[in-house]
Each structure stands twice: as C-alpha cells, then as structure tokens.
C-alpha cells in the first residue's frame, strides 16, 4: 500500500517543541523529495521546510529558519520536523509531502501526500 503518515501534532504552549513524522509504505523512500507545508484557515499554504532524497541539502522557510529542522532516515522510511521554540502564530496543519519525477503518464506514485497533523500553539 502506497501511503504517507504524519503524526506527532499536538496541543502545546509558546516555547515549546514538537517533533513531527512522516511515515512512508509501499515506496522506494530514498527516491523521494520530501516537503514539509502548512496550512491554516483563510491562508494559502506555505513551505516550512524540504530535504533532498539523500538528505543532502534542506531548505527553510524565514519564518521557522533557526527554530525547525528537518531530517530524514532512509532505513526507517521517515522523515522528520523537529519544531522548537514554537509560537503562536505556528498553529497550523502541517502536510507531509513525497515527490518525485514521474516515470510514465500513468504513475500515480510521483507526489503524495500524508493527510496532515494538527499542531495547536496557545497559552
């Protein structure tokens, strides 16, 4: 079964951290580009963070540079945000996505997304 997961969401305070991971099945994970957005009501969606198939380089976001890293572990088909020093205005849903270029028109394995984790900052 082809699938992406992400969990570790949560309802924290400002200062906080959070770990987030995504979780794939049923793919080579090594081949994949994997993104990190997130999405709150009323707002486009937003980039937080990207690390290459082998984890060679990442990209982040302004809002979250010094504060998120993203990381992956190939052996175990994860990839990870760890989110500190959180703020309110992270509240969002936060998307996991794995992409790669696709191999024929008819595959539908190129970009896949998890179905999200709910991430709450509040005092």
């Known amino acids: 079964q082809v699938q992406v997961v992400e969990s570790g969401g949560g309802f924290v305070q400002p200062g906080e951290s959070l770990r987030l991971s995504c979780v794939a099945s049923g793919i080579t994970f090594s081949n994949y580009l994997i993104t990190w957005y997130r999405q709150t009501p009323g707002r486009e969606r937003e980039l937080v963070a990207r690390?290459?198939?082998?984890?060679?380089?990442?990209n982040y976001a302004d809002f979250v540079k010094d504060r998120f890293t993203i990381s992956r572990d190939n052996a175990r088909n994860t990839a990870y945000l760890q989110m500190n020093s959180l703020k309110r205005e992270d509240t969002a849903t936060y998307f996991c996505?794995?992409?790669?270029?696709?191999?024929?028109?008819?595959?539908?394995?190129?970009?896949?997304w998890g179905q999200g984790t709910q991430v709450t900052v509040s005092s």
């Open positions: 996505n794995a992409f790669r270029s696709p191999r024929s028109p008819v595959d539908d394995d190129y970009d896949l």
């Open positions: 690390i290459t198939a082998d984890g060679g380089r990442t």
